[in-house]
């Protein structure tokens, strides 16, 4: 429940109380600053407050993005100011604060205040006293105090020429999105998330029935008859649009959520992957083994991610001179088709779904692996060229948290821990990436190019544990360290999938599918942990599952001293003990945890 204060004589003929009321604030009136004080002082405090200015005028829209956003401790628009619980002291103290201080203009790019509007003056304190208070863009929604009879008329009629509806409609949709999400799916996609709020549904909802349609059609996939192909690639387009329902819902209703945040995180990528698997059942049941190639599938996709993140958190707060790079992508963002183009190229969700619907239901699983592959290479490349480009053009100043983040998503275990106690000074520069690209394509070449059972591999994972100790022997800081996540991805996913393929046993394959995608979740909990701020998965649990370094490690030990049938039944064993370590917590702590409520926006890719 929450409260709102409506501060002032009531204006008549006045809409505001009704409209708070609509947005389940229980409305109570103050004639003036004290009276708002002895207020303000009786809600309890485990709800959250708005002061709102009697004589505010503005679309109910405006009110809100400002007032009911669960993502921003404290909030404002003109005439209206609101504080989650976590931050009523602040408000406490910064009412006391503009009821005993003069009104003063508005500074900076702030929008113009009321002389005598107490929730402006409130804003103000705030932000005075170091407050972070979000004030949302409203475009061209109205959200005024007037200060006379005439202004009033004014801005009511501003009001009414504004259409709120088609505003909170088309800010529903992501302003940068896909060529295929942007024209044949949001257009309708909007009005199913409208219909969704109406009728109460929540973005949670939404984004489970999306994971259950892609399960159903992964099933329908893995029956192998072309009627299976034909409803599984029409099902996963509905998953999809589901998929964009659920975001879009959750910016027209402002239901964002921690637990939302986790979900929508999470079931893309269990989604696609469940979908790959279903594909190479389907093959399997028409005598066509393709695991090889739906783990290759998972496994590009994963580091494509990977690079994503490491490049984003490596710039997330770096400063540094203009890149020759970044100029040139601006510009050629200024031209309208080439917008278009680039983000086609990088193969986004809704074209990589789009086009493997469309594969599974004209031609055979096979194919459709190899064009998922061959446009997933060339869009990592793509996308990887220009960030080591604009990496190496300019001179970044990285940040500790920028190093920190890094050194979480690396995923380095107790082995890489005590060996780079032996190496405190590290590397210089542009040796810290290429050593970890030498020891991770050693540990990959000698799984992929030795006989099962041999033990070249186990030496190349003790090179490996050397090198990819090394790389993280100082803070990641220089201008390619982000690299060293995804070849650190690349090297274990890569080394799981060499070794299956060698082992030659039935299943082998699909073991190793299950146990990347358990792993692979750890590492994507780990990337939404940072963004969200909330901090890296505990110790414990990179310690419980061995690190990166020393999961390698062990497979090419496992695979040294096993048979192909108990190597097989080892991946297996090991799959489901990570995935249940790592989902336990996971769970625990996006459900329980109290992490900050955010709604991630997805990535292009």
Not at 375 to 385: D, H, N, R, V
Not at 511 to 519: N, P, R, S
């Amino acid at each position: 429940m929450s409260t709102a204060i409506v501060t002032g004589q009531p204006v008549p003929g006045s809409s505001l109380e009704n409209d708070l009321r609509s947005l389940g604030f229980d409305v109570r009136v103050a004639a003036d600053a004290a009276e708002t004080e002895t207020l303000l002082a009786a809600v309890p405090a485990d709800r959250r407050v708005a002061l709102v200015d009697a004589r505010f005028v503005g679309h109910p829209h405006a009110l809100r993005l400002g007032l009911t956003d669960p993502r921003f401790p404290l909030a404002a628009v003109p005439g209206a100011v609101t504080a989650q619980p976590a931050a009523r002291q602040a408000l406490t103290r910064a009412v006391a604060r503009a009821t005993s201080a003069p009104a003063r203009p508005a500074e900076g790019g702030a929008p113009a205040l009321a002389v005598d509007s107490l929730a402006d003056h409130v804003a103000g304190a705030l932000a005075d006293d170091g407050g972070a208070v979000h004030r949302p863009e409203l475009g061209s929604l109205v959200a005024t105090v007037p200060a006379d009879p005439r202004a009033r008329d004014e801005a009511r009629r501003a009001v009414a020429a504004v259409d709120e509806e088609a505003v909170r409609l088309k800010s529903a949709v992501k302003s940068r999105d896909g060529f295929f999400t942007t024209f044949f799916i949001s257009p309708y996609s909007r009005y199913l998330a409208r219909w969704c709020a109406r009728r109460g549904l929540t973005p949670n909802q939404v984004t489970t029935a999306s994971l259950l349609t892609a399960l159903i059609a992964a099933g329908c996939a893995a029956t192998g008859t072309r009627g299976g192909f034909v409803a599984a690639g029409v099902l996963l387009i509905a998953s999809f649009v589901l998929d964009c329902t659920d975001g879009q819902l959750a910016r027209y209703a402002l239901k964002y959520s921690t637990l939302g945040a986790w979900l929508d995180a999470t079931f893309d990528r269990a989604k696609e992957y469940a979908y790959y698997a279903g594909l190479a059942l389907g093959a399997a049941r028409g005598g066509d083994d393709v695991w090889a190639l739906a783990l290759g599938a998972m496994v590009l996709q994963t580091c494509r991610h990977v690079v994503d993140f490491s490049f984003n958190e490596a710039n997330h707060d770096a400063t540094a001179n203009t890149s020759p790079t970044a100029a040139l992508s601006d510009k050629l963002d200024s031209v309208g088709w080439t917008v278009w183009v680039r983000r086609m190229i990088v193969l986004p969700i809704g074209e990589r779904w789009a086009m493997i619907a469309v594969l599974t239901a004209a031609t055979t699983p096979r194919i459709t692996f190899y064009a998922l592959l061959v446009g997933c290479a060339l869009a990592a490349a793509y996308t990887t060229a220009g960030r080591v480009l604009r990496s190496v053009t300019r001179r970044a100043r990285r940040t500790d948290r920028a190093a920190r983040a890094l050194a979480d998503l690396a995923d380095s275990g107790p082995l890489a821990n005590a060996v780079r106690r032996v190496f405190r000074r590290g590397l210089p520069g542009f040796a810290v990436p290429a050593v970890a690209l030498l020891g991770g394509a050693a540990v990959v070449a000698c799984s992929a190019l030795s006989d099962f059972g041999g033990a070249l591999p186990v030496a190349g994972a003790l090179v490996y544990v050397l090198t990819s100790a090394l790389a993280v022997a100082r803070p990641l800081k220089g201008a390619l360290d982000w690299l060293v996540p995804p070849l650190f991805r690349a090297a274990e996913y890569g080394t799981v999938l060499a070794l299956a393929g060698e082992a030659g046993v039935n299943g082998a394959l699909p073991a190793a599918f299950g146990l990347v995608a358990a792993v692979a979740y750890h590492h994507y909990d780990t990337v939404y942990r940072i963004r969200g701020n909330a901090g890296a998965p505990p110790a414990w649990l990179v310690r419980a599952i061995g690190g990166q370094e020393g999961r390698t490690l062990l497979l090419t030990v496992l695979a040294a001293v096993l048979t192909a049938a108990q190597f097989k039944a080892a991946l297996t064993v090991l799959a489901v003990v990570i995935a249940l370590v790592v989902l336990v917590e996971s769970v625990r702590f996006w459900v329980s945890a109290g992490a900050p409520a955010v709604h991630d926006e997805g990535e292009t890719a």
